[in-house]
Every structure is written in structure tokens, then in C-alpha cells.
């Protein structure tokens, strides 16, 4: 009468839904913590530039670089075309030399004269240096010197000392041994510590200031002269340069007459010693010349 109470199979048993959406909510949620953790991971470590970036940047360095290695270079090797100018001083240069800014003054035209000359690298001292001795021929040497530290040349001057006066109709004038003319009026004053032997020209040259009054082989030839008679304690009482002949009259100290001598020649040791000879025979045998003694040919001697 009584039917027995079936119960449902257990495959069949119809799931719990709040139990199953619990667990799907804190699965997906985790799955966002984890997917929002590794996002920012990804986007916290650093990005790193390609490799055409990285070329990029290394050529811009080494231009950067190249530019300033040039612009040391430059301010390095540029020059000032205002040179310091240095005399070197002798006994008788600082009469016979001009002021140190007409130097200067020319040295600066001609490093101005050429945009090569304003750097250590380019410029020709050599050339400046001859070109400004040929414009002051009072200047023995001329060297300019560039500094190895700094912009500012230095340009060192030497003048050649005078070694005899020239005087003349039209004055008196200190030569050097190029016989050119260093000095006239006043400035012979401060030469007169030196004691330069006076040659007296009678043949009426014209001199002109820093140009050359005599050839360098007759200033060679009289001074050559002066030293042989100085060895044998004959000082010179006057030098002539007559007019008409190449010669020198010379007269000594204390004696009646002149020795001629011939100055176109290179024979000045010959032509003293020559004199020498002839005088101390004539000295021997009580012969005192009132005249001249003429030694003008090479190796006869002739007196009066």
C-alpha cells in the first residue's frame, strides 16, 4: 500500500550556485591580480634604446667632440699681430737704433699682410724676419720667435755695432761694417764713449742715412789697416779718403808724412807689412820720409 521513497541518483544532483560563483569570482579575480601584476612589471623595468638610437647618440658625441678638440686647436695656434719687440744691447746699438714702435709697427703690417700669418702653424717667420731686416739696414739680426704658451710673437732685435765715422761734406756719419750709415747729428754724441777712428772723405760721395755710404771691403780694408799699425804701437793721427783715386791716405802720429795705400785691393795685411818694412830700413839707415811712403803697388814701396 505504501510505495518505498525513491531518492534521486547522485549523478544528477543539481549543483550549488552561490558556492559556484564564489569560486568563480575569486578565480577571476586573482586571474586580474595576476594579469595586472605582470603588467606592471612589464611596464616598470626600463626601455632600452635600439641600436640605430644607441648610433645615433655616438655620432653626435664624437661630432661634439671633434668640434671642441678644433676649437682648442684654434685658440692654441692663433697669433697676435702685435709682436713684443726685444733689443738685444751692445755697446753702441741702442745710438744707432731706431724707436722700438717703428719696429713693432712694421713687423704688424706684414703679419697683417696675410691671413696665414696669424697662425703658429702657417706663418713664415723667416720670411718677416728678412723682409724687416732688408727694410732697416741698421739691423745686424732680426728673429721672430713665436711662443710655445700664449698668442703674442716676440720679435728680437740686434744692431751692428758702429765701427768707424764718416765725415763728410754734408756731415758726419756713424758706419757699420757694411759701411751703411747708422747714425749722423746728435746721435753721434752718445757714441763718443766708443772712440771710433774719423775717416775723412774728400772725394764728395753723398750719404744718406740708413743706406750704404762705403762697400764693406773698404770699411774692411781701413780698419784692417788701424790694426796692423796699432800692433807695432803706431797710432793713427788722421784717414783720407781722397778725391779722384781709390785710395787711403793715412798719417800717423807724430810723423811729417803720409802712407798711401790702395784700396782697391784686398791686400791690407800685405800692404801694411809692406810699410812696415820699408820704414824700419829707412829707420835703420837714419831716413825719416817728408813726403809720403807709397805702397799702392803689391810688393814695391816707394817714399818721398
Same mark, same amino acid.
Given at each position: 500500500?505504501?510505495?518505498?521513497?525513491?531518492?534521486?541518483?547522485?549523478?544528477?544532483?543539481? *549543483?550549488?550556485?552561490?558556492?559556484?560563483?564564489?569560486?568563480?569570482?575569486?578565480?577571476?579575480?586573482?586571474?586580474?591580480?595576476?594579469?595586472?601584476?605582470?603588467?606592471?612589471?612589464?611596464?616598470?623595468?626600463?626601455?632600452?634604446?635600439?641600436?640605430?638610437?644607441?648610433?645615433?647618440?655616438?655620432?653626435?658625441?664624437?661630432?661634439?667632440?671633434?668640434?671642441?678638440?678644433?676649437?682648442?686647436?684654434?685658440?692654441?695656434?692663433?697669433?697676435?699681430?702685435?709682436?713684443?719687440?726685444?733689443?738685444?744691447?751692445?755697446?753702441?746699438?741702442?745710438?744707432?737704433?731706431?724707436?722700438?714702435?717703428?719696429?713693432?709697427?712694421?713687423?704688424?703690417?706684414?703679419?697683417?699682410?696675410?691671413?696665414?700669418?696669424?697662425?703658429?702653424?702657417?706663418?713664415?717667420?723667416?720670411?718677416?724676419?728678412?723682409?724687416?731686416?732688408?727694410?732697416? *739696414?741698421?739691423?745686424?739680426?732680426?728673429?721672430?720667435?713665436?711662443?710655445?704658451?700664449?698668442?703674442?710673437?716676440?720679435?728680437?732685435?740686434?744692431?751692428?755695432?758702429?765701427?768707424?765715422?764718416?765725415?763728410?761734406?754734408?756731415?758726419?756719419?756713424?758706419?757699420?761694417?757694411?759701411?751703411?750709415?747708422?747714425?749722423?747729428?746728435?746721435?753721434?754724441?752718445?757714441?763718443?764713449?766708443?772712440?771710433?777712428?774719423?775717416?775723412?772723405?774728400?772725394?764728395?760721395?753723398?750719404?744718406?742715412?740708413?743706406?750704404?755710404?762705403?762697400?764693406?771691403?773698404?770699411?774692411?780694408?781701413?780698419?784692417?789697416?788701424?790694426?796692423?799699425?796699432?800692433?807695432?804701437?803706431?797710432?793713427?793721427?788722421?784717414?783720407?779718403? *781722397?778725391?779722384?783715386?781709390?785710395?787711403?791716405?793715412?798719417?800717423?802720429?807724430?810723423?811729417?808724412?803720409?802712407?798711401?795705400?790702395?784700396?782697391?785691393?784686398?791686400?791690407?795685411?800685405?800692404?801694411?807689412?809692406?810699410?812696415?818694412?820699408?820704414?824700419?830700413?829707412?829707420?835703420?839707415?837714419?831716413?825719416?820720409?817728408?813726403?809720403?811712403?807709397?805702397?799702392?803697388?803689391?810688393?814695391?814701396?816707394?817714399?818721398?
Amino acid at each position: 500500500m505504501f510505495r518505498k521513497k525513491q531518492t534521486p541518483p547522485a549523478g544528477r544532483q543539481r *549543483p550549488d550556485r552561490a558556492r559556484n560563483m564564489a569560486a568563480f569570482s575569486y578565480y577571476a579575480r586573482r586571474s586580474e591580480q595576476t594579469h595586472a601584476g605582470e603588467r606592471q612589471s612589464v611596464n616598470a623595468e626600463p626601455r632600452l634604446p635600439s641600436r640605430r638610437q644607441r648610433a645615433t647618440d655616438t655620432r653626435t658625441l664624437i661630432m661634439i667632440g671633434l668640434a671642441v678638440c678644433v676649437l682648442i686647436l684654434l685658440l692654441g695656434t692663433s697669433l697676435t699681430t702685435n709682436p713684443k719687440v726685444i733689443v738685444q744691447d751692445s755697446s753702441g746699438s741702442q745710438a744707432v737704433l731706431r724707436g722700438s714702435s717703428d719696429y713693432q709697427r712694421a713687423a704688424q703690417q706684414l703679419i697683417d699682410s696675410s691671413i696665414l700669418n696669424k697662425n703658429k702653424v702657417t706663418i713664415d717667420t723667416t720670411a718677416i724676419s728678412s723682409q724687416l731686416q732688408a727694410q732697416f *739696414p741698421e739691423l745686424a739680426s732680426v728673429q721672430l720667435v713665436l711662443p710655445f704658451i700664449g698668442r703674442q710673437p716676440t720679435l728680437y732685435l740686434r744692431a751692428d755695432d758702429p765701427v768707424l765715422i764718416l765725415g763728410t761734406s754734408t756731415g758726419s756719419f756713424a758706419l757699420d761694417r757694411n759701411g751703411t750709415a747708422l747714425a749722423t747729428g746728435a746721435q753721434l754724441a752718445q757714441l763718443s764713449s766708443l772712440k771710433l777712428p774719423l775717416v775723412t772723405d774728400e772725394s764728395g760721395i753723398t750719404v744718406k742715412l740708413h743706406a750704404q755710404a762705403l762697400t764693406a771691403s773698404n770699411v774692411s780694408f781701413i780698419r784692417n789697416i788701424i790694426s796692423q799699425l796699432a800692433l807695432k804701437s803706431m797710432p793713427v793721427a788722421t784717414l783720407t779718403l *781722397p778725391a779722384g783715386v781709390s785710395e787711403l791716405d793715412v798719417r800717423l802720429t807724430g810723423q811729417p808724412y803720409l802712407i798711401k795705400f790702395n784700396l782697391m785691393t784686398n791686400t791690407a795685411r800685405q800692404q801694411a807689412g809692406t810699410f812696415l818694412a820699408v820704414i824700419q830700413r829707412l829707420k835703420e839707415q837714419g831716413i825719416t820720409p817728408a813726403e809720403y811712403v807709397d805702397v799702392r803697388v803689391d810688393g814695391r814701396a816707394y817714399y818721398k
